[in-house]
């Protein structure tokens, strides 16, 4: 069954850094876009990235661009995150999202705070 992991969230100060990883399983993962979405309190769930099969493609909302980088490494089955110049406003669950034959799938998300 397709699995999704999300790992690398924590507590970090303004104006740091933190890299997310997501890794995947039950579908081919060299084939699929990947998505990172974020969820902060009391609000909708928000497309913070994507990245195509190859990673020849990324797309980022105008709130991300240039704070935020999505990659992939299809041999270990993994996409990744790095978040610089966070702020308190970037606090959320993290989650990885994949669409399988139609499907949605999500991981369980990782809590990323940003606080001094």
């Known amino acids: 069954q397709v699995q999704l992991v999300e790992s690398g969230g924590g507590l970090v100060q303004p104006g740091g850094s933190l890299r997310l990883s997501c890794a995947a399983s039950?579908?081919?993962?060299?084939?699929?876009?990947m998505y990172w979405y974020r969820q902060a309190p009391g609000k909708a769930r928000d497309l913070v990235a994507r990245i195509t099969s190859a990673g020849g493609s990324t797309y980022y909302p105008d709130s991300m661009k240039g704070r935020f980088t999505i990659s992939r490494d299809n041999a270990k089955n993994t996409v990744y995150l790095q978040m610089n110049t966070l702020n308190p406003m970037d606090t959320a669950v993290y989650y990885c999202n994949v669409v399988v034959w139609g499907i949605s799938y999500w991981g369980k998300g990782t809590l990323v705070t940003v606080s001094s």
């Open positions: 039950g579908f081919t993962f060299s084939s699929a876009t």
